[in-house]
């Protein structure tokens, strides 16, 4: 009746997961200041938005290995 779901999908489901706080209000107020007049909290929200992509394509590229 259900099916499982591959390994595959599993790992891309907990990176979503893991994301999902990185990427919310209490963790985006920390990063306080600036660096080279670029804000930190531009730095961490496309940091881990750019991280976050880059594990999604290595889980993707390496079915089961």
Do not use: T
């Amino acid at each position: 009746m259900f099916k499982r779901s591959s390994p595959n999908r599993q790992r891309l489901a907990a990176l979503a997961l893991l994301g999902a706080p990185l990427l919310s209000y209490p963790l985006l107020a920390l990063p306080e200041g600036q660096m080279n007049g670029i804000p930190d909290v531009f730095l961490y929200l496309f940091g881990v938005w750019g991280g976050l992509i880059g594990l999604a394509a290595w889980v993707a590229e390496h079915r089961g290995k």
